[in-house]
């Protein structure tokens, strides 16, 4: 019997360090850098990509178990003159150019079977990734978290910034009050109203707001947030989303929706944002979807931030929204084990007392 439960033991032993233990299945993920600024005003946003990848950005992922795929950054033509169109769009030849290299991209890395990462850039490039995604999965839901909501039309905008307005191109229901813009031919509306929802509004202008409400377009504002705590609201946008069957997730994640205390080297920072801990239960949320198909980190702005402890803190505050949403976890996990080790017995016939756990 002793001996039995030894030799057992003993075997049990062999078994597990020469056997592959089970492990979850990796994502594959394709890193796509956008160094991308003229969607808005400020210098320094394209410095975001090789600021994520200098803070470690790839090992922290495949610390996690991911296949990265870097893409490495893409390099945009420059357009040699380009105009304000009805003297206010700033920049839309490049824009629409950068957006359709994007687009390409997107749809080539997804295309492939990965999970792409977009690491901006400002947040016009979610023309080109919502646009590119959307072409290999037309079904697919928009989680867009953000100070704001990026919705005017080029005749609503009061900044001229092509960062304020991807979203309005995106929808279908809006393209009749959407003129095309000069290098924006390519681009074709790919959403519906009911298939975005946003997270973290609090800077919202009139025009938006009119359209929010008018098109009936699901949202919950950092009020929102107040009334019903994260895990109300993350309920409520995976069910408005997901409520009629699974589709993938898109989501398009502007630093700035964090409160600036956290995320304080963005362009637009605004008061009043998303605590380091409802940022993560939302990453949490989506990737226990298992849904995640693409995901924009932009508005990183290495430039700005009073001292290198904010850009740290908003460039490694980026690196934990990613990490998480590829399984990172504050409760903690495990992949290498399936049973805890035993201490071993110089007499192995009092193993047994030993094995019973
Ligand atoms: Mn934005």
């Given at each position: 019997m002793s001996l039995r439960s030894s030799v057992a033991r003993l075997f049990r032993k062999q078994a597990v360090s020469s056997v592959q233990l089970p492990r979850r299945p990796a994502h594959s993920v394709a890193l796509v850098g956008a160094p991308f600024s003229r969607g808005q005003k400020r210098k320094g946003v394209d410095h975001g990509p090789s600021a994520l990848r200098n803070a470690g950005l790839v090992e922290k992922l495949s610390g996690l178990g991911c296949q990265v795929y870097d893409f490495g950054d893409l390099s945009f033509t420059q357009v040699p003159s380009d105009e304000l169109y009805n003297n206010i769009i700033k920049y839309p030849r490049?824009?629409?150019?950068?957006?359709?290299?994007?687009?390409?991209?997107?749809?080539?890395?997804?295309?492939?079977g990965h999970t792409c990462v977009t690491l901006g850039g400002d947040h016009s490039l979610a023309l080109g990734s919502v646009s590119g995604h959307s072409r290999q999965y037309p079904d697919l839901g928009v989680v867009w978290v953000d100070a704001h909501a990026d919705i005017n039309t080029p005749l609503t905008t009061m900044s001229g910034n092509l960062h304020g307005q991807p979203v309005?191109?995106?929808?279908?229901?809006?393209q009749d009050k959407v003129p095309v813009l000069p290098g924006f031919s390519?681009?074709?509306p790919c959403l519906s109203r009911s298939d975005i929802v946003y997270i973290g509004l609090r800077d919202v202008d009139p025009a938006e707001h009119y359209i929010?409400?008018?098109?009936?377009?699901?949202?919950?504002?950092?009020?929102d947030i107040d009334r019903f705590g994260i895990q109300k609201v993350m309920e409520r946008t995976l069910e408005h989303l997901l409520g009629r069957g699974q589709r993938p997730i898109h989501l398009s994640v502007d630093i700035d929706?964090?409160?600036?205390?956290?995320?304080?080297?963005?362009?637009?920072?605004?008061?009043?944002g998303?605590?380091?801990?409802?940022?993560?239960?939302?990453?949490?949320?989506?990737?226990n979807t298992g849904l995640l198909s693409v995901m924009d980190i932009v508005e990183v702005n290495p430039l700005l931030g009073d001292s290198q402890e904010e850009v740290n803190a908003t460039v490694n505050l980026a690196i934990d929204v990613i990490a998480t949403c590829f399984g990172q976890t504050r409760e903690g996990a495990h992949i290498a084990f399936d049973e805890l080790p035993t201490p071993s017995s110089p007499d192995e016939s009092d193993s047994e007392e030993q094995v019973r756990i």
């Open positions: 490049s824009v629409g150019s950068a957006s359709q290299v994007l687009a390409d991209t997107v749809h080539e890395a997804v295309a492939a309005s191109f995106l929808l279908r229901e809006l390519w681009l074709k929010l409400k008018n098109y009936d377009i699901q949202y919950f504002s950092m009020r929706a964090f409160d600036p205390s956290l995320a304080p080297a963005t362009g637009t920072p605004v008061m009043g998303l605590t380091y801990r409802e940022g993560m239960y939302i990453s949490e949320e989506i990737h």
